[in-house]
C-alpha cells in the first residue's frame, strides 16, 4: 500500500504503534516524539493519517538508547554513538561531561534563588528528552539527597526543601492525572504506608508505572493499610504498592502489614527507604519489598503478576 504526503511504504506485518513501543521500552510517546523532532534518533513509518508506526528494530535501538542514558551520556551524545558505530561504545559510555551532573546543578541553584520559572523550565526540558525512571534515577533522588545534606550541614534550609517538594508534587501530580487516561495494562493501587507524610517516591513510581502502560488508582500519603481491601476489591486491582521512609514505624510492618496481605488475594509490594531497611520483616509479613530502581521494581512487579 503506497502512502500519501511524504509517508513510506507500508509493510503488512511487523509495525506497532506508538503506544506498543512505550510499553515495550518504557519510554513515553512525548520521550519517542522528541527524540524523532529533535535528534533524528528515529525515523517511524508514517500511515496516510500521520499515526506513528515502528518496527522491532526501532524498538531494539530505543531500548539500546536508554541503556546508553542509563549510563550517564546525553541525548546528544547517545546520537554520535549511533552514528559512529559500537566500536566507540565504550568510552563514549565514560563522558568527561557529565549532563546529570550539571542539570543538577542548574536546578540547585533555581531552588536556592527560589525561582519557580527556571525551576519548571529546566525540569520539564529533562522530561521531554529522557525516560522518567532514568530521570529520577540520575536527577531527582540525587538532588533530594544534597537538599537533605545541605540542610543537615547548616548551608540550606528547610525552606529549599519545602519549595522543591511542593514544586514536584504538584508537577507530578498534574503529569499523573495527564498521563493516566488510555492505559490498558494491569491495575495498580498505590498508597504510602501509615505515617508517611511525603508522597514525591510514591508519585514518581505511578508516573514511571503509567510508562510501562499500568493503570494507577492513586491514594496518596498516610493511608490506613485497614482501608485498602475495600478498595482493591471496589477498584478490581491486581495489586497493591506501599511506600515509606525509614521513619515508618515499626508496628506498621510487624502488625498492619501482615493483616493486609492475609486480608488481600493480590501481591503486596513495599518500597522507598523502608523496603531497603527491614526487606526481611517484609517478606515475612507476605509482602514483596522493592528497591530503588524503579526499571527493576516495575520488572519485579510485572514479572510476580505475568507468573499469577
Same mark, same amino acid.
Given at each position: 500500500?503506497?502512502?500519501?504526503?511524504?509517508?513510506?511504504?507500508?509493510?503488512?506485518?511487523?509495525?506497532?504503534?506508538?503506544?506498543?513501543?512505550?510499553?515495550?521500552?518504557?519510554?513515553?510517546?512525548?520521550?519517542?516524539?522528541?527524540?524523532?523532532?529533535?535528534?533524528?534518533?528515529?525515523?517511524?513509518?508514517?500511515?496516510?493519517?500521520?499515526?506513528?508506526?515502528?518496527?522491532?528494530?526501532?524498538?531494539?535501538? *530505543?531500548?539500546?538508547?536508554?541503556?546508553?542514558?542509563?549510563?550517564?551520556?546525553?541525548?546528544?551524545?547517545?546520537?554520535?554513538?549511533?552514528?559512529?558505530?559500537?566500536?566507540?561504545?565504550?568510552?563514549?559510555?565514560?563522558?568527561?561531561?557529565?549532563?546529570?551532573?550539571?542539570?543538577?546543578?542548574?536546578?540547585?541553584?533555581? *531552588?536556592?534563588?527560589?525561582?519557580?520559572?527556571?525551576?519548571?523550565?529546566?525540569?520539564?526540558?529533562?522530561?521531554?528528552?529522557?525516560?522518567?525512571?532514568?530521570?529520577?534515577?540520575?536527577?531527582?533522588?540525587?538532588?533530594?539527597?544534597?537538599?537533605?545534606?545541605?540542610?543537615?550541614?547548616?548551608?540550606?534550609?528547610?525552606?529549599?526543601?519545602?519549595?522543591?517538594?511542593?514544586?514536584?508534587?504538584?508537577?507530578?501530580?498534574?503529569?499523573?492525572?495527564?498521563?493516566?487516561?488510555?492505559?490498558?495494562?494491569?491495575?495498580?493501587?498505590?498508597?504510602?504506608?501509615?505515617?508517611?507524610?511525603?508522597?514525591?517516591?510514591?508519585?514518581?513510581?505511578?508516573?514511571?508505572?503509567?510508562?510501562?502502560?499500568?493503570?494507577?488508582?492513586?491514594?496518596?500519603?498516610?493511608?490506613?493499610?485497614?482501608?485498602?481491601?475495600?478498595?482493591?476489591?471496589?477498584?478490581?486491582?491486581?495489586?497493591?504498592?506501599?511506600?515509606?521512609?525509614?521513619?515508618?514505624?515499626?508496628?506498621?510492618?510487624?502488625?498492619?502489614?501482615?493483616?493486609?496481605?492475609?486480608?488481600?488475594?493480590?501481591?503486596?509490594?513495599?518500597?522507598?527507604?523502608?523496603?531497603?531497611?527491614?526487606?526481611?520483616?517484609?517478606?515475612?509479613?507476605?509482602?514483596?519489598?522493592?528497591?530503588?530502581?524503579?526499571?527493576?521494581?516495575?520488572?519485579?512487579?510485572?514479572?510476580?503478576?505475568?507468573?499469577?
Amino acid at each position: 500500500m503506497k502512502a500519501n504526503n511524504g509517508t513510506r511504504n507500508l509493510p503488512d506485518e511487523g509495525l506497532v504503534p506508538i503506544r506498543t513501543v512505550s510499553s515495550l521500552t518504557g519510554v513515553n510517546s512525548v520521550t519517542l516524539r522528541a527524540w524523532e523532532r529533535r535528534y533524528d534518533l528515529i525515523k517511524p513509518i508514517r500511515t496516510p493519517k500521520g499515526h506513528r508506526l515502528y518496527t522491532m528494530t526501532d524498538v531494539e535501538m *530505543i531500548n539500546q538508547v536508554v541503556a546508553l542514558l542509563d549510563n550517564g551520556m546525553s541525548i546528544g551524545q547517545v546520537r554520535q554513538v549511533l552514528e559512529t558505530g559500537k566500536a566507540r561504545l565504550e568510552t563514549a559510555a565514560q563522558p568527561d561531561f557529565d549532563p546529570w551532573l550539571n542539570y543538577q546543578h542548574r536546578l540547585l541553584q533555581a *531552588i536556592v534563588d527560589f525561582d519557580d520559572g527556571v525551576l519548571n523550565e529546566i525540569y520539564s526540558e529533562t522530561l521531554s528528552l529522557y525516560p522518567v525512571d532514568i530521570v529520577t534515577s540520575r536527577l531527582i533522588v540525587p538532588l533530594l539527597r544534597e537538599l537533605g545534606e545541605r540542610w543537615a550541614q547548616n548551608e540550606g534550609s528547610v525552606a529549599e526543601e519545602h519549595f522543591f517538594s511542593v514544586f514536584l508534587r504538584n508537577k507530578l501530580g498534574a503529569r499523573f492525572h495527564h498521563l493516566s487516561r488510555g492505559q490498558q495494562g494491569p491495575k495498580l493501587l498505590a498508597a504510602c504506608l501509615p505515617g508517611e507524610q511525603h508522597e514525591v517516591g510514591l508519585l514518581l513510581f505511578a508516573l514511571a508505572a503509567l510508562d510501562w502502560n499500568y493503570r494507577v488508582v492513586l491514594l496518596g500519603p498516610n493511608t490506613p493499610l485497614g482501608e485498602l481491601p475495600p478498595v482493591a476489591a471496589r477498584a478490581a486491582t491486581q495489586a497493591i504498592v506501599l511506600s515509606g521512609s525509614a521513619e515508618v514505624a515499626a508496628a506498621v510492618i510487624e502488625r498492619d502489614l501482615p493483616q493486609l496481605c492475609r486480608a488481600v488475594s493480590i501481591p503486596v509490594f513495599v518500597g522507598g527507604e523502608v523496603a531497603d531497611r527491614h526487606p526481611a520483616a517484609i517478606r515475612a509479613a507476605g509482602a514483596l519489598p522493592l528497591g530503588d530502581d524503579l526499571n527493576l521494581a516495575l520488572r519485579g512487579i510485572d514479572s510476580t503478576l505475568t507468573r499469577r
